[in-house]
């Protein structure tokens, strides 16, 4: 009797402190789920996961982890907690229809689609089945297909400093100013765009990628610097909950006035990395062979790489994005391989009301590598470029209304290559 006694006496303190324990878990899952409601994905994660080490079991526990996760713009890590109970209850038709949506999120519209066919050949309540049913009818089938189109028009302040004397780098290589000096002349143009994208997603890591774009500059009455280019890259994308790698293969095409300008091959591999909730890193890069037919001297390679933080300040659409660039270029004759620095600091503002408010400046300077006799000296360039952009959003088929305005001022050490340009453009956008 006297040995129960004094059992029962060191189990009562264990015991204790397992049911403050109980109600400590109990009282954060709730408190975490209250955060879910409103929104509030990182505090909840925050309280949850610290909880998992210690109760790897626990099934509502899981549930609310991938809730979070997905909350915060996690997918795939929502989907591992999810998997992790259905493996253990495949009959859990709320684990499986959220999990489901994460799918969709990550990319994997096929296991959606699968998961979804799945909890709505069961019993449902009416508004869960219609709910379910519509997000089942927004996941689009493999392949998928999406674009954007645009027209507008634009007031060019300097069109004689377009392709045909420019002065700026163009697809890799400047081109040979020939003939008189340049000249001011404005002039309007027709502006036209598509863009086609077709993916293939394989998993919730990996999809197949292909784009094609087109793009159009017509100019009333001076048909000389009247400018077209066509592109086609396509290449294999790495996806997970903190990066993106898309490894793009391509070529593009260009032309001036009536006569093939410019063919370019080669890779631009981008990489994302997701660094928090606010702050996303970016890195381009590209690498291309060039042949110009207006001069085979400016043929040869060209490289470029852009480094780009965007921060999400506001926690909302609105960032700020500093960015830095690198390029050079390898021709045929030294006088115009070069190196180039560059940088900008864009802001993107919501404004209310549908409106919105981009602006961007940029600086870039060119290092030519070789002195230049006729001038005495070795080119270095300048450009100092300002974008704003007034969007407007009317809520029509995914569409855009911009008037937007691009001030350029380039000076060089070599006057003749100092000019300035404004570029005023009205443009309506739509996505398909």
Known sequence: MLLFAAVAAMALPALARAQRTAVDIAARKAKATDLLRAGHAE???????????????????????????????????AIAQYRWILARDPHALRVR?????????????????????????????????????????????????????????????????????????????????????PRKVGAWAALATANLNYTYPVNTTWTLAANAAANDVTYAGLP?????????????????????????????????GNALYSLSWGASPDLAVRLSNRLRYEQQFNVQRNRYYSSSLTDGWSSYSVSALRWHFAGTA??????????????????????????SIAW?????????????????????????PMFGNTRHDKMYILTANLGYQPNFHHSQISLGVTL????SNQTLYSYDRVQTTLQWEMSF
């Open 348 to 372: 993107f503002q919501p404004l209310g009301a549908r409106f919105s408010l981009l602006i961007d400046p940029a600086l870039n300077e060119i290092y030519y590598r070789t002195f230049d």
């Open 224 to 256: 000389q610097y009247d400018f077209s280019s066509y592109s086609i890259f396509a290449g294999p994308v790495f996806r997970t909950d903190r990066l993106s790698l898309a490894a793009n293969f391509g070529t593009n095409i260009a032309r001036l």
């Open 318 to 343: 609105a960032y700020i994005e500093p960015s830095v660039a690198f390029a050079d270029q390898e021709t045929r004759s030294a006088l115009y391989t070069d190196d180039q620095v560059g940088g």
């Open 43 to 77: 505090q909840a994660c925050g309280i949850l996961q610290p909880l998992l080490p210690t109760h790897p079991d626990d099934p509502v526990l899981r549930f609310l982890i991938g809730q979070c996760l997905a909350g915060e713009g996690r997918p795939r890590a």
């Open 408 to 411: 350029t001022a380039n000076r």
């Open 97 to 181: 229809a959220e999990m489901a949506q994460a799918e969709f999120a990550a990319g994997d519209t096929a296991a959606a689609r699968a998961d979804l066919r799945i909890v709505l050949a069961h019993e449902l309540p009416p508004q869960v089945r219609t709910r379910l049913q519509a997000l089942l009818q927004e996941i689009p089938r493999r392949p998928q297909w999406s674009g954007t189109a645009s027209v507008g028009t634009m007031y060019d302040s300097n069109a004689d400093l377009g392709p045909l004397n420019n002065v700026v780098t163009l697809f890799g290589a400047p081109v040979q100013l020939i003939g008189t000096p």
